[in-house]
């Protein structure tokens, strides 16, 4: 496998981070936490020295698939969590 891309769904956290973390540098510190995440998976797949945004990573959009099925759990959308 020459690539290899995790997106952590955050939407439904964000979405709600203001009101559980009013602090903005607190905001700011749970969504760089979401991005290292990503690359501590990507690499326990691909090896220590993979770097994603070498192959354009930033690049790639979310899933539809994924996109849809938190537009379906927001609230007032029928699919409440």
Not at 47 to 75: K, M, V
Request: glycine residues 6%.
């Amino acid at each position: 496998m020459k690539r290899f891309f995790v997106h952590l769904e955050r939407n439904l956290i964000v979405q709600n981070l203001s009101t559980a973390v009013p602090d903005a540098l607190e905001q700011e510190l749970v969504k760089d936490n979401f991005r290292r995440a990503e690359i501590l998976l990507e690499k326990m797949v691909m090896g220590d020295e993979y770097d994603s945004t070498a192959f354009g990573e930033n690049a790639h959009r979310s899933s539809r698939w994924i996109t849809h099925l938190t537009e379906d759990c927001e609230p007032g959308r029928g699919g409440e969590v």
